[in-house]
């Protein structure tokens, strides 16, 4: 089980960290490949960011490139989304979300698909 948290109202510029912690044991924590990902009313759902087991490369939508930072610590089973030059169009209910299979990569041209273990999201605001 997944529980995102870290949302709130944020100006446009600013700067935020979402926080996903996970209720599995750290060791099957450290099996997956872990990803963000948002939902704007009226969209689809998105990719974000995602980050392989040991965080040794991440990889980003171009559209949070540069200004996102995804990280994960295991020994706390968490993985964060540092956003910051906050823009509204960030604007959605991000999610956090395990990969399907364990010990597998992102991969981009699969996206989404290869995401489960949905938790509950947490609603960001970006004001202009």
């Known amino acids: 089980q997944l529980q995102a948290s870290g949302g709130g109202l944020v100006q446009t510029g600013g700067s935020l960290r979402l926080s996903c912690a996970a209720s599995a044991s750290v060791q099957t924590f450290s099996m997956y490949t872990m990803g963000w990902f948002r939902q704007a009313p009226g969209k689809e759902r998105e990719f974000v960011a995602a980050i392989t087991r040991r965080g040794g490369s991440t990889y980003y939508a171009d559209s949070v490139k540069g200004r996102f930072t995804i990280s994960r610590d295991n020994a706390e089973r968490a993985v964060y989304l540092q956003l910051n030059s906050l823009k509204p169009e960030d604007t959605a209910v991000y999610y956090c979300?395990?990969?399907?299979?364990?010990?597998?990569?992102?991969?981009?041209?699969?996206?989404?698909?290869?995401?489960?273990?949905w938790g509950q999201g947490t609603q960001l605001t970006v004001s202009s």
């Open positions: 979300a395990r990969h399907k299979i364990s010990y597998k990569d992102y991969d981009p041209t699969r996206g989404i698909g290869d995401f489960g273990s």
